[in-house]
């Protein structure tokens, strides 16, 4: 029985930079909804990215499996030793250099992206600290109904 063969490079990274390009996208929406601070609309993007994230990080262990075989290191110089070999008129030279675009947008925006929500939850944070002040500021109902102030310390100059 003979085995399948492998999709050619060329079309790997295409399925690749497609994906990447909806991660991107939905980084891009994630962005809008944060910027707009419509968290409810933020749930979605997560499984999204989620699922996006599975799928680059098995067309990245396609691509180490290709360098692999062809003796070369799965990192960054051994992609540009792998794509030397290739003929200048190669598309897959072209669609690379797209990705590594794409890639760098990502990451971006996923920097961007942490400081938006690091900026939000420091606002939330505020605000609920505003709101423990406040409760702990409240005056209290004696058993008279009149309000008296909270605390139960010694008055100054009182015996």
């Known amino acids: 029985m003979s085995r399948p063969a492998a ?18 996208k939905i980084l891009q929406q994630e962005q809008q909804a944060l910027v707009a601070g419509e968290i409810d609309r933020l ?8 699922r996006l ?17 062809a003796s070369l290191p799965s990192n960054k ?10 003929s200048t008129t190669d598309p897959t030279r072209k669609i690379w250099a797209a990705l590594v675009k794409a890639s760098a947008e990502a990451q971006a925006l996923n920097e961007s992206n942490g400081k938006l929500i690091a900026m939000l939850l420091q606002h ?4 609920l600290n505003v709101l423990m002040a406040a409760a702990n500021q409240a005056s209290l109902y004696g058993p008279d109904g009149q309000t ?8 100054f100059g009182a015996a």
């Not at 999709?7 to 991660?23: T, Y």
């Not at 749930?43 to 990215?49: G, I, L, Q, T, W």
């Open 124 to 127: 939330n944070q505020q605000s």
């Open 53 to 69: 994230a599975a799928s680059l990080g098995e067309f990245a262990d396609q691509r180490s499996r290709m360098l692999a075989a």
């Open 148 to 155: 008296k102030p909270k605390g139960g310390g010694r008055l």
């Open 7 to 24: 999709p050619a490079p060329s079309q790997v990274f295409n399925n690749e930079l497609i994906a990447l390009r909806d991660f991107v």
């Open 43 to 50: 749930m979605p993007f997560v499984n999204e990215k989620t």
């Open 77 to 86: 110089q051994g992609m540009e030793k792998w794509l030397a070999r290739l």
